[in-house]
């Protein structure tokens, strides 16, 4: 079992002694999404940590534009509550890389693939995605590199 995987299992128990709710609704469900994913295919397997990181990116942004489209409904309870899970999953995630951060290695992309112009965009897209695996958002990564490209 991955690491990843045993840390939310002892945590969702700990968040059950504790009658945390928010804590156990979430860990629940990304403990059944990771099930999900395991199962999914033509053949059962265990995920990795990083394919776990995956799933739990995947179900962070869920929440984010969940709590966007709640707020923007003026349901600012439930957008709070899918914060508030968000935030829950976010515990279990790399750090997410700063602007700077994030510039810097674009710029390091651009220059390793020697890329130029918008219609590049793949190349640098490609060595670029493996780097940042998990640490930044794939729409705000396509943004910085698209400004750059076009710069």
């Known amino acids: 079992m991955s690491a990843l995987k045993d840390k939310l299992q002892s945590d969702l128990a700990a968040?059950?002694?504790?009658?945390?709710?928010?804590?156990?609704?979430?860990?629940?469900?990304?403990?059944a999404a990771i099930n999900v994913e395991e199962v999914a295919g033509k053949q059962a397997r265990e995920l990795s940590d990083d394919e776990v990181i995956k799933v739990l990116t995947r179900e962070a942004k869920k929440r984010r534009e969940a709590a966007e489209a709640f707020s923007g409904a003026g349901r600012a309870d439930r957008a709070q509550a899918e914060l508030d899970e968000q935030a829950v999953l976010e515990e279990y995630l790399p750090a997410q890389l700063s602007d700077d951060e994030l510039n810097a290695l674009v710029d390091a992309a651009i220059a390793e693939s020697g890329a130029e112009g918008p219609k590049a965009m793949g190349q640098v897209m490609k060595i670029l995605t493996p780097k940042i695996a998990g640490r930044a958002e794939g729409s705000r990564v396509a943004q910085a590199v698209r400004a750059k490209l076009s710069a």
């Open 15 to 31: 968040a059950m002694k504790a009658r945390d709710d928010v804590r156990v609704r979430t860990i629940r469900m990304a403990l």
